[in-house]
Nanobody, 115 residues
Framework: QVQLVESGGGLVQPGGSLRLSCATS????????MNWYRQAPGKQREFVAT???????NYEHSVKGRFTISRDNAKNTMYLQMSSLKPEDTAVYYC?????????WGKGTLVIVSS
């Protein structure tokens, strides 16, 4: 079956960095658009970043220039390098593999940005 497993979350101070990973299995990874979403406490889930099968990227405005999405098709894994983290980046981060109409989600990894 399809599995997406996020890792790399944790507690980090403002201005710090974290690297999230999304390891996948059960899909032909290189034909899926890969995405990061996040959900802050009390808020709706929101788009963070996407990377296409060809490596094109797009970012939500507030993370542009601070976050970098990447993928390693040989490892069936996607990454999110997060730098200059702010308290408002605190959220559960989810990865999503999309090839419409298919849409698969992981269970999330918690990122807390606090001093």
């Amino acid at each position: 079956q399809v599995q997406l497993v996020e890792s790399g979350g944790g507690l980090v101070q403002p201005g710090g960095s974290l690297r999230l990973s999304c390891a996948t299995s059960g899909i032909v990874f290189n034909i899926y658009e890969m995405n990061w979403y996040r959900q802050a406490p009390g808020k709706q889930r929101e788009f963070v970043a996407t990377i296409t099968t060809g490596g094109g990227t797009n970012y939500e405005h507030s993370v542009k220039g601070r976050f970098t999405i990447s993928r390693d098709n040989a490892k069936n894994t996607m990454y999110l390098q997060m730098s200059s983290l702010k308290p408002e980046d605190t959220a559960v981060y989810y990865c999503c593999a999309r090839r419409l109409p298919e849409d698969y989600w992981g269970k999330g990894t918690l990122v807390i940005v606090s001093s």
